[in-house]
């Protein structure tokens, strides 16, 4: 029997259900990626994350040809390019490890329904997430909307129904490896119309699995406290290897876990701490694929909350300071230039640059998460859209409308020294540390010693944070009194 896999978020070898089950059940198997053609052309996301793409892929087929079975690749349209490779080859059955997201769900169906029309069979297996939406319910059988009633579902679940881990596919003495055409290089980020560029994460299974190790030995005891902190590395930074699949969420889940186990000054609330990111982003992928119309707008009505600011020279210009990190606010700034340059941003920083966006400068979170799209290494659409309504109160579960984020106390309390801030925005590097939260209130003479010319060298702040809370307030005081 001739089995093709149909490569798509899940780029490794270990715990991989629907390689597994093809080289357990095939004579011939034969992997296959295609390159989304419309979706590249669309650009809803940047070069950061196709470049990851791009090197998780040479790695897999690398991985590949160990086995003794040759990555396959086309480009074009994704249903059409799998219906006529399929054809070519001559498949008998197709597997794959299911999506979430609106879109594939819908292309999914589409090439499933094609291909039985066909008398191929298809095989499909639950990968992307530890439970599917339809696994976690309420009393009802409704989705849940409050990550908490969710997560209490995830863990009686997890107890009730632990999912097993599989190891990387072997083939049989007698099983052959397919592909019908020549092994051919891969194409680049150029080749897709993106700009190679230098990776802060390094891509891959080998790394995702490293940095696991390296994470659950030594940041994730100290993960409540050092998540917070954007100067050190507290935080596994394994999110673009879940967005591409080179490392299960099972797999990092038992791992987690089994440090629980081995005993030793291992912290039970750091570890599960840890796990609930993990858990809200299974949360954030039921609720696109419960609610697909969250894609593209707000979950919730925004009737209750201040509109957002006109399109306009202002909303152009302070939306472009906010995009450069040249608001005049270090924190936010540091975390904008940190996202610029390297793809990533700390999570806690994330939650201040969203805050000041949304409120200080009253610029819709929809321009928000499509910047974001744009520029992260780690680019989800349910990640990035759940936490983006999250910070704007639109979402299932989230922040409440009127919390504001006060950049400067923010800054203070996670970067106390500033060394987060002098990483990112160099011009601030010789302010001393108690200016370093606003150097705009630095005397003539201290900017003169820091070499740092205020309107000149770094902005002053382009709205007053204490003028625009109110301002916010008082505009959603109008809402709740009309």
Request: aromatic share 10%.
């Amino acid at each position: 029997m001739r089995g093709v896999v149909w490569i798509r978020r899940d780029l490794r070898l270990q715990d991989q259900p629907a390689l597994t089950a093809a080289c357990a059940e095939c004579d011939e198997v034969i992997p296959l990626f295609v390159f989304d053609d419309p979706l590249l052309r669309a650009r809803q996301f940047g070069a950061p994350c196709v470049t990851f793409m791009v090197s998780c892929l040479d790695e897999l087929a690398a991985a590949l040809a160990d086995q003794g079975l040759a990555l396959q690749w086309r480009r074009g349209d994704q249903i059409e390019e799998v219906l006529r490779f399929v054809v070519d080859v001559k498949a008998d059955v197709v597997y794959w490890n299911r999506d979430y997201e609106p879109a594939s769900i819908h292309r999914d169906w589409k090439v499933q329904q094609a291909l039985m029309a066909q008398g191929v069979v298809v095989r499909t297996f639950k990968d992307h997430v530890v439970f599917e939406a339809e696994e976690i319910r309420g009393s009802t059988g409704d989705p849940l909307q409050r990550y908490s009633a969710y997560r209490a579902r995830w863990w009686t679940k997890w107890h009730a129904a632990t999912p097993p881990l599989l190891p990387s596919p072997v083939r049989q003495r007698n099983q052959r490896a397919g592909g019908s055409s020549p092994k051919i290089a891969l194409p680049t980020a150029e080749d897709l119309g993106y700009q190679t560029v230098p990776l802060s994460i390094a891509a891959g299974e080998k790394e995702a699995q490293r940095r696991l190790r390296w994470f659950l030995d030594g940041p994730v005891h100290r993960y409540v406290e050092g998540r917070n902190i954007p100067a050190i590395d507290g935080t596994s930074k394994l999110s673009p290897h879940f967005r591409f699949g080179t490392l299960s969420a099972r797999t990092a889940v038992h791992a987690a876990l089994g440090t629980l186990a081995t005993g030793g000054s291992v912290s039970r609330r750091d570890l599960l701490t840890w796990i609930d990111e993990l858990i809200w982003r299974e949360f954030f992928l039921q609720i696109l694929s419960a609610f697909p119309q969250v894609a593209s707008g707000p979950f919730r009505s925004k009737d209750g909350l201040p509109r957002p600011r006109p399109a306009g020279a202002e909303w152009t210009r302070l939306y472009a300071a906010w995009c450069n990190g040249r608001t005049g606010y270090p924190l936010v700034d540091a975390g904008m230039k940190q996202l610029n340059q390297t793809g990533w941003m700390h999570n806690r920083v994330r939650m201040v640059a969203a805050s000041f966006l949304i409120k200080d400068l009253r610029i819709d979170w929809q321009s928000g998460e499509r910047y974001f799209m744009q520029q992260l290494i780690d680019a989800d659409l349910a990640a990035n859209n759940g936490n983006w309504q999250w910070a704007s109160a639109t979402g299932t579960d989230s922040m409440p409308g009127y919390r504001i984020f006060n950049p400067l106390l923010q800054s203070r309390k996670f970067d106390p020294e500033g060394a987060y801030i002098r990483q990112y925005v160099p011009e601030l590097a010789a302010v001393p540390p108690d200016k370093i939260h606003a150097p705009h209130l630095m005397t003539q003479k201290e900017q003169n010693l820091a070499g740092c010319r205020i309107g000149r060298d770094y902005p002053s702040p382009i709205v007053d944070h204490r003028q625009a809370r109110e301002e916010y307030l008082a505009l959603g005081k109008q809402l709740v009194m009309r």
